[in-house]
């Protein structure tokens, strides 16, 4: 079936720092989706991307839709104590899974004050 | 707005009970999902109904059962748990998944 390997696993910085995670696939998908679960709570959807080569920002994190539509990329700049949490990639292939989303194991995110 | 709604939060079962863990949904949504959550394994799909009156298998459906009570409501049904089924549970709806699921709060389920 279909896989997203997303990297890296895990992720321990600096409060200050800049972070970048992504997705890859071996399929091409029509939509991606970064999700952020925060301790102890479900994923919520932060940024949304329908269009190869879309470029879009929610604050302080930007993401993008690959061009090639086999990956997409999150970055988060400044990092703060309450970005900690798990970030979450998501595919949709219209052609695939009945329209169900396809997740990554997800990217652990732990920032030091 | 309550969105998506489960109970209970958390849960102990001894091996070899039963139980039924139950969300409800008020965004008038269609589809509803069962995943299951463990470390480095990340979201992994147990069933889904597409619509009121529908399920599917998703990825890892043995040991459960699911009903779609009606439109709002999804039930996820443990016959005889097993320690293996130690999880975090969400469920989750959306109207198109285009525009991405929204989850529940998530229940945490530990079988002894």
């Known amino acids: 079936g279909q896989q997203l390997n997303q990297s890296p696993q895990s992720m321990f910085i600096q409060e200050g720092e800049d972070v970048s995670m992504n997705c890859t696939s071996s399929?091409?998908?029509?939509?991606w989706l970064w999700y952020k679960q925060d301790p102890g709570e479900g994923p919520v959807l932060l940024i949304a991307?329908?269009?190869?080569?879309e470029l879009t920002s929610n604050g302080r994190l930007t993401a993008q839709f690959g061009i090639t539509r086999k990956d997409s990329f999150l970055n988060i700049s400044a990092s703060i104590p309450s970005d900690v949490g798990i970030y979450f990639c998501?595919?949709?292939?219209?052609?695939?899974?009945?329209?169900?989303?396809?997740f990554g194991k997800g990217t652990k995110l732990s920032v030091k004050p | 707005n309550a969105g998506v709604t489960q109970t209970p939060k958390f849960q102990v079962l001894k091996t070899g009970q039963s139980m039924t863990l139950q969300c409800a949904q008020d965004?008038?949504?269609?589809?509803m999902y069962w995943y299951r959550q463990d470390p480095g394994m990340g979201l992994r799909l147990i069933y889904y109904?597409?619509?009121?009156?529908?399920?599917d298998k998703g990825e890892v459906p043995n040991g459960y059962n699911v009903s779609r009570l009606n439109k709002r409501e999804f039930s996820l049904r443990l016959e005889s748990a097993a320690p293996s089924q130690t999880s975090v549970y969400f469920c989750?709806?959306?109207?198109?998944?285009?525009?991405?699921?929204?989850f529940g709060s998530g229940t945490r389920l530990t079988v002894v």
């Open positions: 965004m008038n949504h269609n589809s």
């Open positions: 109904s597409a619509s009121e009156g529908t399920t």
């Open positions: 989750a709806s959306n109207s198109r998944a285009v525009y991405g699921y929204t």
């Open positions: 998501a595919g949709l292939n219209y052609g695939g899974s009945q329209g169900n989303l396809i």
């Open positions: 399929s091409i998908f029509n939509t």
């Open positions: 991307l329908y269009k190869a080569g």
